[in-house]
């Protein structure tokens, strides 16, 4: 079995954990959008800001991590 060189490797690992990266910053800001609506009683509207600001920050990271590995 042929072993990768640690540059290889190194690449492996951080795109093996771009996806998860991607959909829990998703999930972390709904979750709290959500709560806030909940506690604050303004639903749907922190729900939909933190939906968003977590997708950006997914993308936003997903973005670095691809820069990082050109």
Known sequence: MPILPPDQLRTLGALSTLGLSF????????AVGWWLDDTLGTSPICFFI???LGLAAGVLNVYRTMSRIK
Do not use: D, E, N, W
């Open 50 to 52: 933190f939906f968003f």
């Open 23 to 30: 959909v829990l910053a998703i999930v972390i800001g709904t």
